[in-house]
């Protein structure tokens, strides 16, 4: 069956249809990773935007649900060049076609991914609608209308845990992580684990990756996790050793109560460990201010500077927003990280208090695992503030 993608500035891509069957209109954004697709398909922050794959062949090793970030898919819809139809990997149990219809994803493949996405670097980020349906004339005009009028809302609310939740690194590591190879890992952990401090981290909710939450169990942290809309005296009621704040999905200006409740956190006193998006409503509650990049950040292979040692990592990224550093005060905040493609800001050394934030994931699953030791800083942050 034919599948189309329609641009909100009338230009139209054809390819075939695969997943589930209905017509969605979406943010078109595109990303770069070579591998992950799963990754990404559930990773939260994805919530309201269609994504595309520049990876011209996606599939091939099939769903391991071991390596889904969420319980369930967040995308609208999937665009690929070209979608393997018999997944290669002893660990596979899915083939991504009956994952997406399972999850009532649609999908196109056979589309033209590199046109699309020199497309979008070209004009940007725009919406666009997925449809098995040709339309023309007027009716195409009032889609148009319809697409340009779309704005991704409420992703926070919609990806946040439902109620607070408490996972402990002796037991719930092993839980999460079911497979042959990732209990190999698990046993490498626990025998690491021994004679360390078991600090007790809250987990700010607001759109988080799984691999967050596991980053702190391999450190020897009980986590709690606490939905989006928590008031921060609950969280620190609860006496917390860190906080750390998650990336998730959206516009960081959407949610001016959340703002209120970052500064709140990061006033307290505790060490605080945002992000992506944690670290874009860390910088909005300190005074600083974001904006809309042209087309984003999504992929596997983006360059980001340490400015304090000249080091750079390769990051994994999923953001289409950035914080503007010269609108933070130099005396509230020292630029700790930058992009080397394109200069943006990529992460925040908060002065006067123990906060530290970055734009890119250092989770990073399924990589790169660069700049995964922040959570090793993080950990030590705790460790000093016990001293």
Not at 280 to 308: S, W
Not at 337 to 351: A, H, K, M, P, S
Request: proline fraction near 5%; charge should be neutral.
């Amino acid at each position: 069956m034919d599948a189309f993608l329609i641009l909100a500035d009338g230009t139209t891509y054809r390819g075939n249809a695969v997943g589930a069957v209905k017509e969605v209109i979406s943010e078109v954004v595109f990303n770069t990773s070579m591998t992950g697709y799963l990754e990404v398909l559930t990773d939260p922050s994805y919530a309201g935007q269609a994504v595309t794959m520049t990876y011209p062949l996606i599939g091939n090793y099939g769903i391991c649900r071991a390596d889904m970030e969420s319980y369930r898919a967040w995308p609208d819809a999937f665009l690929v060049r070209e979608l393997a139809q018999i997944p290669g990997n002893w660990r596979s149990e899915n083939t991504i076609q009956n994952f997406l219809r399972q999850q009532g994803i649609p999908g196109i493949a056979g589309l033209d991914t590199r046109a699309l996405t020199r497309h979008l670097r070209r004009s940007g980020t725009m919406n666009g609608c997925i449809t098995t349906k040709q339309y023309a004339g007027d009716e195409k005009e009032q889609l148009l209308e319809q697409i340009r009028s779309y704005s991704v809302r409420g992703a926070v609310k919609k990806t946040t845990a439902v109620s607070i939740s408490s996972y402990d690194p002796e037991t719930d590591l092993r839980m999460q992580e079911k497979s042959r190879f990732a209990e190999h890992a698990g046993r490498k952990t626990e025998k690491e684990l021994r004679g360390r401090e078991n600090y007790h981290v809250a987990l700010l909710d607001v759109g988080a990756k799984r691999s967050i939450q596991k980053a702190l169990l391999k450190l020897g942290c009980h986590v709690t996790v606490y939905p989006s809309g928590t008031a921060p005296e609950r969280i620190l009621a609860d006496k917390p050793d860190g906080i750390l704040i998650s990336n998730g999905p959206g516009d960081p200006k959407e949610d001016p109560e959340l703002i209120r409740n970052v500064r709140v956190l990061g006033d307290s006193g505790v060490p605080v460990f945002a992000i992506c998006l944690g670290h874009q409503l860390m910088a909005l509650a300190m005074g600083g201010d974001t904006f809309r990049l042209k087309y984003g950040h999504r992929g596997g292979n983006h360059p980001v500077k340490d400015l304090e040692t000249g080091r750079v990592y390769i990051t994994a990224q999923n953001h289409g927003y950035a914080v503007n550093p010269d609108s933070m005060d130099p005396a509230v905040a020292v630029e700790a990280f930058r992009n080397v493609n394109d200069g943006t800001n990529e992460g925040w050394r908060y002065l006067g208090r123990p906060v530290m934030t970055v734009q890119f994931h250092p989770e990073a699953s399924p990589g790169p695992c660069d700049s995964g030791y922040l959570f090793q800083k993080f950990f030590e942050m705790m460790e000093e503030h016990h001293a």
